[in-house]
């Protein structure tokens, strides 16, 4: 009788474990498929994530050579206005220097002529220009004469010279 209860309740216990055991698998099943769809749904969204981030890459490098170009374009602006600028300081600097300019050789001229009108003030130039044409007179009067002169060798006193002619 044990071998009968025995083999009673193994086949009860198979009886009950076989349908729990399909069922567990086919929950198994159910999991894994599940898992499986999960995971394909999962390397979709990767593949997406992927795809944005190969977009917002390019769109970073695009605004980064757009940001390039326009940092480019601004310096380039910069130093045209620098130049500009510059430019205009050294025509404005040379027109204050040339103004500079005449207006010290007008006060040279000023201060030239002032002295010379004090100079003139002061001095009569006159008297020499009669005094010069009175020796002119005094020129013109006289004849002029042929002056000779004779020249004679003469001999010490303590010496006897004899001279021959």
């Known amino acids: 009788m044990n071998l009968t209860k025995l083999t009673a309740t193994t086949m009860l216990a198979l009886t009950l474990a076989f349908p729990t055991g399909a ?4 929950e198994r099943e159910e ?4 898992n499986l769809n999960q995971t394909e749904q999962n390397l979709d969204n990767v593949g997406d994530n992927l795809k944005d981030a190969g977009k917002a890459f390019g769109n970073s490098i695009e605004n980064t050579g757009e940001a390039v170009e326009e940092g480019l374009n601004d ?5 045209e206005r ?3 600028q510059a430019e205009e300081q050294v025509k404005q600097t040379a027109a204050e220097a040339e103004e500079n300019i005449n207006q010290a050789a007008e006060a040279a001229q000023a201060e030239i002529a ?42 010490p006193l303590d010496r006897t010279y004899t001279h021959s002619k």
Do not use: H, M, P
Not at 23 to 26: A, E, G, Y
Not at 75 to 79: R, T, Y
């Open 23 to 26: 069922v567990f698998s086919q």
């Open 31 to 34: 999991t894994v498929d599940q």
């Open 75 to 79: 310096a380039g602006n910069a130093i």
């Open 82 to 84: 620098n130049y500009n």
């Open 114 to 155: 002032e002295t010379a009108a004090a100079i003139e003030k002061k001095s009569n130039w006159g008297w020499l220009g009669l005094l010069g044409l009175l020796g002119l007179f005094g020129l013109a009067g006289k004849s002029k004469k042929e002056v000779v002169v004779e020249r004679r060798e003469t001999t």
